[in-house]
């Protein structure tokens, strides 16, 4: 267990000082039979379901379920509009404008930078290693008096690798500031979620998503698990109806086929490693990252030729070969079966060509 955390003492002063707004369903709880508080339109919608009605500001039936899936207590948990939501307002509840910063350990997802951005908060870039992993001591270096958030993505985009549990424990238990672990891919890793350990770190805020494994990107379903205390932050910072009532919906009817993505995911963890198997046999593939996501980063010759030809036959992948410590990269999403044999036959046609053209 964790001592040396005060919850208070990283806030924002006007985050500490903030009156939430309260919305009329907040209010008043039990049944009622005549709604009149909310100037909604008591005749219905103009659709086949109703949807006239503010949504459950706090998602309860939502995370009832998702406490049968996941384990954690409702208390714990805050849904957002996608992931994105609850990087952002990590970022207004813990980082003063203009004087706080965050560490941030490249190559990762870009969306941490642009959000530091967007909320004028300064970062520290420490690299991950030549093997992706935390650079521990770059970290420790890194961090000051104003430094309130550590950005750890694992298993990390774009590189597919998990972190090492041991360096994360390790980060928790020295930075008294919030350790965020983006475990967006965490579903498709052998290794455990950060989620069994909410207890024991008061300052550890895990963020998982419903657009990767699941299936519902579209519906934009991110969650953060924390201490109640800072889901209480989180609370009080968010829009009040900020889950709409279509994708509550959608999603508590979705949570039922659990069992239909496991299946999912043991069929993209077979294509993942049948897919880097495949591509590393290639003379002009230099190394395949192994992977614990469901995409693959791999380093080959002209990555750059190869991405706008794979554009060309109409197969759209991600360019990461100028990004530092990916030099030479793209990235693969698994897809099904036939579109990773079309992806597979490309990339060896495109090299059959780049060769009879140069002995030509
Ligand atoms: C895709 C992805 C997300 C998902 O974001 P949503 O806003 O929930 O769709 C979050 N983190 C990482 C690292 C990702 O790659």
């Given at each position: 267990?964790?001592?040396?955390?005060?919850?208070n003492a990283l806030l924002r002063d006007n985050i500490k000082n903030l009156v939430p707004y309260s919305s009329a369903r907040d209010e008043f709880k039990g049944e009622a039979s005549i709604l009149?508080?909310?100037?909604?339109?008591?005749?219905?919608s103009p659709?086949?379901?109703?949807?006239?009605?503010?949504?459950?500001?706090?998602?309860?039936?939502?995370?009832?379920?998702?406490?049968?899936?996941?384990?954690?207590?409702?208390?714990?948990?805050f849904l957002g509009n996608g992931s994105d939501e609850a990087i952002d307002i990590l970022f207004r509840a813990f980082c003063e404008p203009g004087k706080d910063n965050v560490i941030l350990v490249p190559p990762t997802y870009g969306m941490y930078e642009v959000s530091a951005n967007i909320n004028n908060v300064g970062y520290k870039k420490v690299n991950l290693t030549r093997d992706y992993q935390l650079d521990l001591d770059g970290i420790a270096a890194a961090i000051d008096a104003h430094t309130?958030?550590?950005f750890i993505c694992s298993p990390n985009n774009p590189t597919g690798n998990s972190i090492r549990r041991q360096d994360i424990e390790t980060i928790l238990?020295?930075?008294?500031?919030?350790?965020?672990?983006?475990?967006?891919?965490?579903?498709?890793?052998?290794?455990a979620s950060f989620t069994k350990d909410l207890a024991e770190f008061p300052n550890l805020v895990v963020l998982q998503?419903?657009?990767?494994?699941?299936?519902?990107?579209?519906?934009?379903?991110?969650?953060?698990?924390?201490?109640?205390?800072i889901i209480a932050v989180f609370n009080k910072i968010k829009p009040p109806y900020n889950i709409n009532q279509a994708t509550q919906e959608i999603v508590l009817e979705a949570l039922q086929g659990v069992e239909q993505v496991n299946e999912w995911i043991k069929s993209i963890v077979v294509e993942r490693d049948k897919l880097t198997q495949d591509l590393s046999l290639i003379a002009e593939v230099d190394y395949v990252t192994p992977s614990?996501?469901?995409?693959?980063?791999?380093?080959?010759?002209?990555?750059?030729?190869?991405?706008t030809y794979l554009v060309e036959q109409g197969i759209i992948v991600?360019?990461?070969?100028?990004?530092?410590?990916?030099?030479?990269?793209?990235?693969f999403t698994v897809g099904t079966p036939a579109e990773n044999s079309r992806l597979l036959r490309a990339v060896q046609a495109f090299y059959v060509d780049v060769n009879s053209a140069n002995n030509a």
């Open positions: 267990m964790k001592e040396s955390f005060s919850l009149l508080d909310a100037n909604e339109n008591a005749f219905g659709y086949s379901r109703n949807y006239n009605r503010y949504p459950d500001p706090l998602q309860h039936q939502l995370k009832d379920k998702l406490f049968q899936i996941k384990g954690v207590p409702s208390s714990h948990i309130k958030l550590i238990v020295n930075f008294d500031g919030i350790v965020v672990i983006d475990e967006a891919y965490i579903n498709f890793s052998k290794q998503t419903l657009s990767k494994a699941w299936g519902l990107a579209a519906l934009r379903l991110g969650m953060a698990f924390a201490s109640p205390d614990d996501a469901n995409f693959i980063l791999v380093k080959l010759e002209e990555p750059r030729a190869l991405y991600r360019d990461r070969s100028k990004v530092e410590l990916c030099e030479g990269c793209l990235r």
